[in-house]
Nanobody, 121 residues
Framework: QVQLVESGGGLVQAGGSLRLSCAAS????????MGWYRQAPGKQRELVAI???????NYADSVQGRFTISRDNAKNTVYLQMNSLKPEDTAVYYC???????????????WGQGTQVTVSS
């Protein structure tokens, strides 16, 4: 069974920084794309950033230049460095990963439980 566990959320003032981590554990053969999504109250879940297994990245326009996604394949972990945070970045942040549990299994997407990020003005 595969699990994704996020950490690093919290309360920060506008202009501050936070670093989120998401570690995948369990039976894992290969991790393909990993990413971060967020969902603010009353809004739909939206893509924040993704990173492929050859380190290509893509960001939402709203975070481009402020957030940086990275991964450590040896640790099965993806990170999101968030700088210059704004109150509109307040949301629950979810980790997402496309994982093959074995060489014979099809890849499927897994989600973490979410971590709250609150940015005060």
């Amino acid at each position: 069974q595969v699990q994704l566990v996020e950490s690093g959320g919290g309360l920060v003032q506008a202009g501050g920084s936070l670093r989120l981590s998401c570690a995948a554990s369990g039976t894992i053969f290969r991790i393909n794309t990993m990413g971060w999504y967020r969902q603010a109250p009353g809004k739909q879940r939206e893509l924040v950033a993704i990173i492929t297994n050859d380190d290509r990245t893509n960001y939402a326009d709203s975070v481009q230049g402020r957030f940086t996604i990275s991964r450590d394949n040896a640790k099965n972990t993806v990170y999101l460095q968030m700088n210059s945070l704004k109150p509109e970045d307040t949301a629950v942040y979810y980790c997402n990963a496309d994982i093959m549990a074995s060489r014979f299994a099809a890849a499927r997407w897994y989600w973490g439980q979410g971590t709250q990020v609150t940015v005060s003005s």
